[in-house]
């Protein structure tokens, strides 16, 4: 059993099997894992904005969906991953705090992390086998090398993988 590699808010970790990935505290913030099945190349981004382009002196490219999913993929690449054979899963993008009366778009930032994340994993090829997004509660993720397995954990809800 390799060890649990912790992955902090804004930031992007890759290992290979025995080890494994872990990112706590996902509340609008999406954890975007990803797998290469041959090399048990693993990946885990926790970012927490959509788009890096809207923000000037933008140092942290972890903390955005379009460069965060980019920066993981050639970690992954020059560990020695294959980009054609990796395969994705997401969690989190959780409405967080109901806002009474101001956003009228009605699109919330959570949603917009999802939507942001899946756009970009799509314009890199990368296939999207799993998510579970939305609702309004935290998550904790695990993501294990060895089988691709993305453990989803939330307080007072029954511990899934997707």
């Known amino acids: 059993m390799g ?5 902090g808010m804004a930031d992007l970790k890759v290992c290979k099997a025995p080890d494994n ?8 913030c999406i954890g975007i894992a990803i ?4 090399t048990k190349i693993t990946g885990l981004a926790h970012i927490m904005l959509p788009d890096s382009t809207t923000i000037r002196n933008n140092s ?5 969906a379009d460069t965060g999913i980019q ?3 050639d970690d ?3 560990m020695g991953a294959n980009k054609s054979r990796m395969v994705a899963k997401i ?7 109901e806002i009474s009366g101001g956003n009228a778009s009605g699109i919330n930032i959570g949603e917009k992390n999802a939507m942001a994340s899946k756009a970009k994993l799509k314009q ?3 296939p999207l086998k799993a998510e579970d997004c939305g609702l309004n509660y935290g998550r904790t993720v695990e993501i294990y090398s060895e089988d691709g397995k993305y453990l989803i954990k939330a307080v007072g809800r029954t511990e899934k993988a997707i």
Do not use: E, Y
């Open 3 to 7: 060890q649990m590699i912790k992955v």
């Open 21 to 28: 990935l872990t990112t706590i505290g996902l509340g609008s």
């Open 35 to 38: 797998w290469d099945p041959s």
């Open 60 to 64: 942290n490219v972890a903390k955005f």
């Open 71 to 73: 920066k993981l993929v």
């Open 76 to 78: 992954m690449i020059k």
């Open 91 to 97: 969690a989190g993008g959780a409405k967080m705090f």
């Open 124 to 126: 890199l090829g990368i």
